[in-house]
T-cell receptor, first 114, second 112 residues
Framework: DAGVTQSPTHLIKTRGQHVTLRCSPI?????VSWYQQVLGQGPQFIFQ???????GRGNFPDRFSARQFPNYSSELNVNALLLGDSALYLC?????????????FGNGTRLTVT | DAKTTQPTSMDCAEGRAANLPCNHS???????VYWYRQIHSQGPQYIIH???NNETNEMASLIITEDRKSSTLILPHATLRDTAVYYC?????????????FGKGTLLTVNP
């Protein structure tokens, strides 16, 4: 079975630009979450979506937004990129939104902002 | 979610069992203990989780103390490919916000 897939795998952008990252969850999973991992640190929670509704948001500015589509895939959008947005962006899916439903992560999109 | 404490690093000989401890003294009755690992440049990999009882799957075993204030992840026969950062995370049940709070984890190095 296919795991969580993310695209693109690598991306280079310039400060001030906009970026869209994409995620396809494991088949049957209805919840998608996004995490940011800066080099040397653990992943930090950005968003969770379940059944196309936002269920949670981490401590990130409004430049970050996301959405989930009817097929449960998801996009993460970041506007007005800053150098500090350079990170590994991870998508994770789970079949439900509760504590007994493990998150399964993709291998991320490596974003470099120059 | 309750905070967890893990050793910064551990070493293990290849073929031996790796026992990774985690303290979570403020855990609540409805909070699960989750273990993930992350190999360099890859996404975190789910290993195992449990609530009260010990759990075992094809990857590892999870031993939770009776008072639930600590747990141990056991990799029964460590291989070089098990070298990774291991994260112990406590996660609540239900609610509208389901997020994993990653700490610094334990860097496990498996030596030949």
């Amino acid at each position: 079975d296919a795991g969580v897939t993310q695209s693109p795998t690598h991306l280079i952008k310039t400060r001030g630009q906009h970026v869209t990252l994409r995620c396809s969850p494991i088949s049957g999973h209805k919840s998608v979450s996004w995490y940011q991992q800066v080099l040397g640190q653990g992943p930090q929670f950005i968003f969770q979506y379940y059944e196309k509704e936002e269920r949670g948001r981490g401590n990130f500015p409004d430049r970050f937004s996301a959405r989930q589509f009817p097929n449960y895939s998801s996009e993460l959008n970041v506007n007005a990129l800053l150098l500090g947005d350079s990170a590994l962006y991870l998508c994770a899916s789970s079949w439900a939104a509760g504590g007994d439903s493990p998150l399964h992560f993709g291998n991320g999109t490596r974003l470099t902002v120059t | 979610d309750a905070k967890t404490t893990q050793p910064t690093s551990m070493d293990c000989a290849e073929g031996r069992a790796a026992n990774l401890p985690c303290n979570h003294s403020t855990i609540s009755g409805n909070e699960y203990v989750y273990w993930y690992r992350q190999i360099h440049s890859q996404g975190p990999q789910y290993i195992i989780h449990g609530l009260k009882n010990n759990e075992t799957n094809e990857m590892a075993s999870l031993i939770i103390t009776e008072d639930r204030k600590s747990s141990t992840l056991i990799l029964p026969h460590a291989t070089l490919r098990d070298t990774a950062v291991y994260y112990c995370i406590v996660l609540g049940v239900g609610g509208s916000n389901y997020k994993l709070t990653f700490g610094k984890g334990t860097l496990l190095t498996v030596n030949p």
